[in-house]
């Protein structure tokens, strides 16, 4: 498990084009092998994870071209019916998105697969997926009621239900969303807090039976997808953690470009508002997701409260903005995150440990934790529990430290972001001379 120890600060400046986003990159590969006849895209994300839905269409017999390096993906999509059964079971490594849509996908066809991950994977609740479809009429098993992978699922002959996604989950909702497309009747999810819509934005733009009621999105059985052809946008996830690099140290101006600007993703842009950021936002394109530039600059910061309504738009920001608070002047408090607990790691402890272990002033609550800002960090060493998000938040914490900070378990951000390490060197302006 290699480490990598890291120190000194730095302003960060220039033009920064994060990677293809993983939301969009894992429902690409999903709608363009569904869809009838040749999908295209460009900028796909080539981390793990993205490539694990990749393989696993690959497994089903969908033709897939990938041009490695240059994120240029061309599917030929077999249509609604046209998976065929993998020879082997399919393992999905670290990857939620790809395991939890895809039993939504297996839930509409004829034939049986397991699915398998590593040890985070398979201890990660899968009941919240599997009930509902159960309910549809799919036959899945697996350990503790098929609550754990290896879950085994066989589909066909589904029906529609009604279903209320409490846990605002995005994954959950996208699942039966596909499920909905097999399902005779309508499927209806409401959802009270909205999660990101990336999954209702395809299912628009390939034609599918599908319609928003307020809060209730409604599907319907499906003939045919259409295919696609478009841009994947910059991952805003990616690039919120050089938007806080940026955005507390002194001299920092840095312009992310061609970046996610999808509301239901960009709350941390109001969090860092209210925490006193110079950010400047201007959206150049609206449909199919809104993209544009975000301008940082450096500033003081102070604390500030997060609650859950807010939740969703920033549910994978929080690792990073937890060290950010961390080192705000006064307090601040995150409240309704419950769901971190069970994400790739349990991140609110995994980040209350890691940045107390480096001085910090956190205290974990059942759904979140307060926060007593300090003026810096000391180093030590740390450790990521095979968490990528953990990992660069720790590196961002690194700027902030007084000597330096050692993290264990870095190989972790490949999941998500390959280029990590390279690109936080390359953004570091260097020292004047
Ligand atoms: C995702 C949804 C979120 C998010 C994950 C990606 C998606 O998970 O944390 O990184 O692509 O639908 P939940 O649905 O568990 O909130």
Known sequence: MPSLVLQGSSSFKGIYCPPGDKSISHRAVMFGALAEGESRFTHFLEAEDCLHTLQAFESMGIKINLNP???????????????????????????????RL??????????????????????????????????????????????????????????????????????????????????????????????RDHQERFLRASGANFR????????????????????????????????????FTKGSDLLIDKVSLNPTRTGMLQVLRRMGASLEVEKTQELPEPIGKI????????????????????????????????????????????????????????????????GGKLKELPDGCMIEGVKGFRGGKVTSFGDHRTAMSLAIASLHAESSVEIEDIDCVKTSFPSFFEDFDRLKARPEK
């Open 295 to 358: 301008r940082v600059r450096g500033a003081s910061l102070k604390g500030a409260r997060i609650s859950r309504d807010e939740i969703p738009s920033l549910i994978d920001e929080l690792p990073i903005l937890m060290t950010l608070m961390a080192l705000a002047e006064g307090e601040s408090l995150i409240s309704g995150a419950e769901e971190l607990r069970v994400k790739e790691t349990d991140r609110i402890l995994s980040m209350v440990t890691n940045l107390n272990e480096l």
């Open 69 to 99: 390096g240059k994120g240029e993906l061309q599917i030929q999509g077999a249509g609604l019916q046209g998976l065929h059964a993998p020879k082997r079971e399919i393992y999905l490594g670290n990857s939620g998105t790809s395991i």
């Open 212 to 247: 928003r009621e307020k809060n209730v999105l409604v599907v319907e059985k499906t003939a045919a997808l259409t295919p696609l052809c478009t841009e994947i946008p910059g991952d805003f996830s990616s690039a919120a953690f050089f938007i806080a690099a940026a955005s």
């Open 102 to 195: 895809l039993l939504g996908i297996l839930a509409g066809q004829r034939f049986e697969v397991t699915l398998t991950g590593d040890s985070s994977l398979s201890s990660r609740p899968m009941k919240r997926v599997t009930e509902p479809l159960k309910k549809m009429g799919a036959q899945i098993k697996g350990r503790d009621n098929g609550n754990f992978a290896p879950l085994t699922i066989r589909g066909g002959n589904l029906k529609s239900i009604t279903f209320d996604n409490k846990l605002s989950s995005a994954q959950v909702k996208s699942a039966l969303l596909f499920a909905g497309l097999f399902a005779e009747g309508e499927t209806r999810i409401l959802e009270s807090l909205p999660s």
